[in-house]
Every structure is written in structure tokens, then in C-alpha cells.
Nanobody, 111 residues
Framework: QVQLEESGGDLVQAGGSLRLSCAASRSIFNAYVIRWYRQAPGKQREWVALISVSNGTMYADSVMGRFTISRDVAKSTVFLQMNDLTPEDAAIYYC?????WGQGTQVTVSS
């Protein structure tokens, strides 16, 4: 059973926007903080944002004011709205809940 599945990655021009989705199993969605991470080639995986079951949110400084994390209870899905993208945002984006990780979705930003 797939616990977490990301989608929405794409190629976008600098300054553009994307919305990533993380479809979670109901058991994870209802009980755990969901986090987004990203990993660019040659770099360590870095934390991007998180949302709690009670909709509390936190962001890395590098994305504050540009990214918004949200959750849709009916769809058991967490979204990451990314605006004003720069080439530095290019990476594989992963969502995490409990000990589970998705397979990642690729975000490419052209300058």
C-alpha cells in the first residue's frame, strides 16, 4: 500500500508557479505532521515546510513568503503552492509523514 505519493512536478520558467500534491493514506494524514523536503543534485536533502494535523505551518527561511503549504481533509492530500520560483528551487521534492516517504516529484526551473 502506497502511504505517500507526490505529483505536480514540472518544468517552469523562473518567476513561475507550481503546485505540488502529496496524497497520503488516511492513517498518516489524520495522525502525523506532513513535511516537504527537497534534494538538488549534489546537495543534502533539506526541509522545506510542514503542516500539522491542526493546520499549524512552518517554513524554511529560503521559501518563506513564496511557498504555502495546505491540506485538504476530504482528499487526504497536502499541497505545496510554490510561487516566484528560482533556479535554486529546482530539486526533487519529497513528502514525509511518520517514517514514510514518497517517491519524489521533479521540479525544474529554467532561468
Amino acid at each position: 500500500q502506497v502511504q505517500l505519493e507526490e505529483s505536480g512536478g514540472d518544468l517552469v520558467q523562473a518567476g513561475g508557479s507550481l503546485r505540488l500534491s502529496c496524497a497520503a493514506s488516511r492513517s498518516i494524514f489524520n495522525a502525523y505532521v506532513i513535511r516537504w523536503y527537497r534534494q538538488a543534485p549534489g546537495k543534502q536533502r533539506e526541509w522545506v515546510a510542514l503542516i500539522s494535523v491542526s493546520n499549524g505551518t512552518m517554513y524554511a527561511d529560503s521559501v518563506m513568503g513564496r511557498f504555502t503549504i495546505s491540506r485538504d481533509v476530504a482528499k487526504s492530500t497536502v499541497f505545496l503552492q510554490m510561487n516566484d520560483l528560482t533556479p535554486e528551487d529546482a530539486a526533487i521534492y519529497y513528502c514525509n509523514g511518520d517514517r514514510f516517504w514518497g517517491q519524489g516529484t521533479q521540479v525544474t526551473v529554467s532561468s
